[in-house]
T-cell receptor, first 113, second 119 residues
């Protein structure tokens, strides 16, 4: 069975600082990996996804993530945090396209001035 | 694309009552998914449809839950005899496995969700 572990339920950074949100996955088949962001009382918005090919994936709003098979990781980074980045971030895995997503428990990003 | 819409956005009900939620996917999207998200957790898969066919159901979907997509467009999720443990955000998502144009969008696009509170 697939699973996702997100280390740290809360991450606090200062505006302008590096953002690093950690995600480790478990999958018996080559995974599809996703990062979604959720603002309060809203649905989920896709930030980026990895399917095949280049292991460094660039997404919206300056975020990127790197797929590292040897470490079973897909950490999300952004060089400089903005106040508008404050939200809940979810990492998810699936067994390929069009399959159900298995989500982690989420990491709340707090950005201070 | 007008986006995935869900109705109602909020529902408060008393234990034992039945509730029904509606999801309208992005037009042309033939796959539709339901997830449930409880406070402090990530979304959990409930079920999904390819057109009108329900292809997979999670063990989370007890006998009190039923989902339909009668014409392969909008979908409804009904919960009978609601319990306090059913309180959650119910999320709908859609994707396109293959359109008439040959277009494929395997990304799941989520709606804003329906927040259910069972008193």
């Amino acid at each position: 069975a697939q699973s996702v572990t997100q280390l740290g339920s809360h991450v606090s950074v200062s505006e302008g600082a590096l953002v690093l949100l950690r995600c480790n996955y478990s999958s018996s088949v080559p995974p599809y990996l996703f990062w979604y962001v959720q603002y309060p009382n809203q649905g989920l918005q896709l930030l980026l996804k990895y399917t095949t090919g280049a292991t460094l994936v660039k997404g919206i709003n300056g975020f990127e993530a790197e797929f590292k098979k040897s470490e079973t990781s897909f950490h999300l980074t952004k060089p400089s945090a903005h106040m508008s980045d404050a939200a809940e971030y979810f990492c998810a895995v699936s067994e390929g396209g069009f399959q159900k997503l298995v989500f982690g428990t989420g990491t709340r990003l707090l950005v201070s001035p | 694309d007008t986006g995935v819409s869900q109705d109602p956005r909020h529902k408060i009900t008393k234990r034992g009552q039945n509730v029904t939620f509606r999801c309208d996917p992005i037009s042309e999207h033939n796959r539709l998914y339901w997830y449930r998200q409880t406070l402090g957790q990530g979304p959990e898969f409930l079920t999904y449809f390819q057109n009108e066919a329900q292809l997979e159901k999670s063990r989370l979907l007890s006998d009190r839950f039923s989902a339909e997509r009668p014409k392969g467009s909008f979908s409804t999720l009904e919960i009978q005899r609601t319990e306090q443990g059913d309180s959650a955000m119910y999320l709908c998502a859609s994707s396109l496995s293959r359109g008439e144009s040959g277009r494929v969008t395997d990304t799941q696009y989520f709606g804003p969700g329906t927040r259910l509170t069972v008193l």
